[in-house]
């Protein structure tokens, strides 16, 4: 099972971000996948998926906030990815370390990668950007759209397709 826990979006801040997406120059990720991962997981046995539910069933934080902080890159000069950035980062990120100790704690391995929290909107070739698209970069650098109620997180399972990736609920834990 490929598992991934996230925050979605909800309705009110997907409609933001479509309208922020509008003219995007660059064929976009299929809006019904947007998230914000809190943890990426990977490839693992059905039964460590349950005890991993099962840790992240005791995750318990306040409801707060989070708003969208404009669009960026992530891959330096031969960027791999469009992105929506998200804050507030301190909310974010504790309810991210949280969700890494329970992965942790079902046995699953937890790479030590930086949280930066974002929304994934298009998957790019690894090529600068090229004079639409950097334009598009800057009028949208610093938009901001929020804030969002954060209303909970769910653990998913993805499953890779030739037409895209396809995300299904497997927990929910509301806050």
């Known amino acids: 099972m490929r598992l991934f826990v996230a925050l979605p979006l909800g309705e009110v801040a997907e ?23 809190l943890h990426f997981a990977g490839e693992w046995p059905e039964r460590m998926a349950e005890d991993f ?3 992240l069933a005791r995750i318990h934080v306040d409801p707060f ?5 404009g669009v960026d890159l992530f ?6 990815l469009l992105h929506a950035k998200v804050g ?12 890494r100790s329970a992965a942790r704690a079902a046995g699953l391995e937890v790479s030590h990668r930086r949280f930066v929290p ?8 690894g090529q600068p950007p090229d004079a639409r698209l950097s334009g598009w970069i800057a009028r949208n650098l610093t938009t901001k759209a929020g804030p969002f109620a954060a209303e909970g997180f769910g653990l998913y ?4 397709r030739p037409e895209g990736a396809r995300h299904t609920e497997i927990m929910w834990q509301p806050f």
Request: charged share 30%.
């Open 88 to 99: 507030p980062p301190a909310p974010l990120a504790d309810l991210s370390r949280k969700v």
């Open 118 to 125: 974002h929304v994934t909107l298009a998957r790019l070739k």
């Open 65 to 69: 906030a989070w708003w969208i902080e």
């Open 157 to 160: 399972l993805s499953e890779l």
């Open 53 to 55: 539910a099962d840790e």
């Open 15 to 37: 409609d933001a971000l479509a309208r922020i997406c509008e003219d995007m120059p660059v064929a976009g990720v299929d809006e019904e996948t947007w998230h914000i991962t």
């Open 75 to 80: 891959g330096g000069e031969r960027p791999r």
